[in-house]
């Protein structure tokens, strides 16, 4: 006789809907196990691109502010303004964009881009670069000649425009 033919019908019929319950209560266990992985990668996911996305309009920002500092500081020489509001125009677009840099240099996890995205970051870093040192060499021609500092900042217009544009392009590529 065979283990099972000993047991009573009615724990028979008891057993098997308490098999059932067990059965189902693991599969939902492992179910919501699963559904929480998922949950916790998502988040992942979409905290990195919102990051990323975030430092950008932020640096963008910060840069906006940069290079509008320093038109008021070449304007303020214009008008033969004190050399105070001067200084404290250029240094407001040096401290600007040197918060800018730092930014979009390094204010997020490069891991989150890909590949395209991770070219346009570094096309992106070279604009800064170039659009730094026109920007600083704005700056410092306020000191030997005005009209000298107009024409260098056409310069840094120009590469302000192109940055501009390459965030812009880095931004919309994550804000989808």
Do not use: C
């Not at 963008?60 to 004190?82: P, V």
């Not at 590949?115 to 096309?123: E, I, N, S, V, W």
């Not at 000191?143 to 390459?166: G, H, K, P, S, Y």
Request: no cysteine; charged share 25%; hydrophobic share 45%.
């Amino acid at each position: 006789m065979s283990l099972i033919s000993r047991i009573p019908f009615s724990v028979k019929v008891s057993l098997a809907p308490a098999v059932a319950l067990v059965l189902f209560i693991a599969f939902g266990a492992w179910i919501w196990s699963t559904l929480k992985a998922q949950e916790v990668s998502l988040n992942v996911d979409l905290a990195g691109r919102l990051k990323v996305w975030e430092t950008l309009q932020d640096g963008e920002r910060r840069l906006t502010e940069g290079h509008t500092a320093l038109y008021r500081a070449i304007s303020a020489i214009r008008t033969n303004a004190k050399e105070q509001l001067v200084a404290t125009a250029l240094k407001a677009a040096s401290t600007r964009i040197g918060e800018a840099k730092n930014a979009l240099a390094g204010g997020f996890n490069l891991d989150v881009l890909d590949d395209t995205g991770r070219a346009t970051h570094k096309h992106m870093l070279e604009l800064l670069q170039q659009y730094e040192k026109s920007a600083k060499e704005a700056a410092e021609g306020t000191d030997v000649d005005i009209n000298l500092a107009e024409m260098t900042m056409q310069t840094a217009d120009q590469r302000f425009l192109a940055l501009a544009d390459e965030v812009s392009k880095l931004s919309r590529r994550h804000s989808r």
